[in-house]
């Protein structure tokens, strides 16, 4: 609750037409509500903090709100801050405001990107190799398994749209492609960013397609829906699911065997590059027009590591 009324008084600032207190960099992110933002945001707050600047933190509390996200980006450039750094929620429907918001002000993109050539700077995952990644990583798993990389996959997108899982799911098929041509990549599904969706696809899938042996979900939302239907259904010893991101639960269903790796980002530092990029770019410095923060295969034997605890348990307050 407390969040909430934080985030809402915010957001009641930004729509009062009020101008921004001087050196304000808002992050505007895909959902309030999400962990894997509010790592972001623990990230860009460090940031903040160092260069003693004020960050409101505002967006919706929906993925699928992306109206609600342009509104919020709209009013947050009214108000005149010093940069905007922005996770944009859909790539088409961002780039316009976008491109109109980058007329008066820079913005750097953290995440995802957008349709505008007029962004600042991107800090982000190379989410084509995080896919190739996780391709290597559930042949891996098969291989383990079934002792050799064959067999039937399937991938489990959690929107249509978001160019964040697009282009996960396009490295995730070209390294298939390319290094193990006996995995048939059988059914691409699309959700609506509801783990009860993914739970409900990935029970159909094993139901209509009973001898598969892999699923890459390429966002934290479907890896849990997908490793809650594998434990639900008891096949982890022959079913082997790879997913991006992490959270409790994504940690629970890695050492219990539900998912096989997870390919995990870095967004604290996606968080707090952005911030230093978007104050940096303000003050007229050259900005690195793309910050790679790197992926981490992530299994149950290196879990343990330092850099992989550092990694599934961010500090976030």
Same mark, same amino acid.
Request: proline share 5%.
């Given at each position: 609750?407390?969040?909430?009324?934080?985030?809402?008084?915010?957001?009641?600032?930004?729509?009062?037409?009020?101008?921004?207190?001087?050196?304000?960099?808002?992050?505007?992110?895909?959902?309030?509500?999400?962990?894997?933002?509010?790592?972001?945001?623990?990230?860009?707050?460090?940031?903040?903090?160092?260069?003693?600047?004020?960050?409101?933190?505002?967006?919706?509390?929906?993925?699928?709100?992306?109206?609600?996200?342009?509104?919020?980006?709209?009013?947050?450039?009214?108000?005149?801050?010093?940069?905007?750094?922005?996770?944009?929620?859909?790539?088409?429907?961002?780039?316009?405001?976008?491109?109109?918001?980058?007329?008066?002000?820079?913005?750097?993109?953290?995440?995802?990107? *957008?349709?505008?050539?007029?962004?600042?700077?991107?800090?982000?995952?190379?989410?084509?190799?995080?896919?190739?990644?996780?391709?290597?990583?559930?042949?891996?798993?098969?291989?383990?398994?079934?002792?050799?990389?064959?067999?039937?996959?399937?991938?489990?997108?959690?929107?249509?749209?978001?160019?964040?899982?697009?282009?996960?799911?396009?490295?995730?098929?070209?390294?298939?492609?390319?290094?193990?041509?006996?995995?048939?990549?059988?059914?691409?599904?699309?959700?609506?960013?509801?783990?009860?969706?993914?739970?409900?696809?990935?029970?159909?899938?094993?139901?209509?397609?009973?001898?598969?042996?892999?699923?890459?979900?390429?966002?934290?939302?479907?890896?849990?829906? *997908?490793?809650?239907?594998?434990?639900?259904?008891?096949?982890?010893?022959?079913?082997?699911?790879? *997913?991006?991101?992490?959270?409790?639960?994504?940690?629970?269903?890695?050492?219990?065997?539900?998912?096989?790796?997870?390919?995990?980002?870095?967004?604290?530092?996606?968080?707090?590059?952005?911030?230093?990029?978007?104050?940096?770019?303000?003050?007229?410095?050259?900005?690195?027009?793309?910050?790679?923060?790197?992926?981490?295969?992530?299994?149950?034997?290196?879990?343990?590591?330092?850099?992989?605890?550092?990694?599934?348990?961010?500090?976030?307050?």
């Amino acid at each position: 609750m407390k969040r909430f009324a934080i985030v809402t008084a915010l957001l009641a600032s930004v729509s009062s037409g009020s101008a921004f207190a001087a050196e304000t960099i808002p992050l505007i992110v895909k959902n309030t509500s999400n962990y894997y933002f509010s790592i972001v945001t623990a990230g860009a707050r460090k940031a903040a903090k160092e260069l003693g600047i004020d960050m409101p933190v505002l967006g919706p509390t929906s993925f699928s709100d992306i109206q609600g996200q342009i509104s919020i980006l709209e009013n947050a450039v009214s108000n005149t801050p010093t940069a905007i750094v922005i996770s944009p929620l859909e790539f088409w429907a961002l780039g316009g405001p976008i491109t109109d918001a980058a007329g008066s002000l820079p913005i750097i993109t953290v995440d995802s990107s *957008a349709d505008s050539s007029a962004v600042t700077a991107m800090v982000t995952t190379d989410n084509i190799e995080g896919g190739r990644q996780a391709a290597v990583a559930l042949a891996d798993a098969i291989r383990n398994a079934h002792g050799a990389p064959e067999g039937k996959v399937a991938g489990i997108l959690g929107f249509a749209g978001q160019s964040t899982f697009e282009e996960r799911l396009k490295g995730f098929k070209e390294k298939l492609a390319s290094d193990y041509p006996k995995l048939e990549l059988v059914s691409e599904r699309i959700a609506d960013g509801q783990a009860t969706t993914a739970v409900n696809i990935m029970t159909d899938l094993l139901t209509s397609t009973p001898d598969i042996r892999g699923v890459f979900a390429p966002d934290l939302i479907m890896g849990a829906g *997908a490793g809650q239907a594998v434990l639900e259904n008891n096949v982890q010893d022959k079913v082997k699911v790879v *997913a991006f991101d992490s959270d409790e639960k994504l940690v629970e269903f890695l050492a219990n065997g539900a998912i096989a790796a997870l390919i995990v980002q870095d967004p604290f530092r996606m968080g707090y590059e952005g911030v230093k990029a978007a104050y940096a770019a303000s003050k007229g410095e050259k900005v690195n027009p793309r910050i790679d923060t790197g992926v981490n295969i992530i299994t149950k034997a290196n879990m343990s590591e330092p850099r992989s605890q550092e990694l599934l348990n961010p500090k976030i307050n």
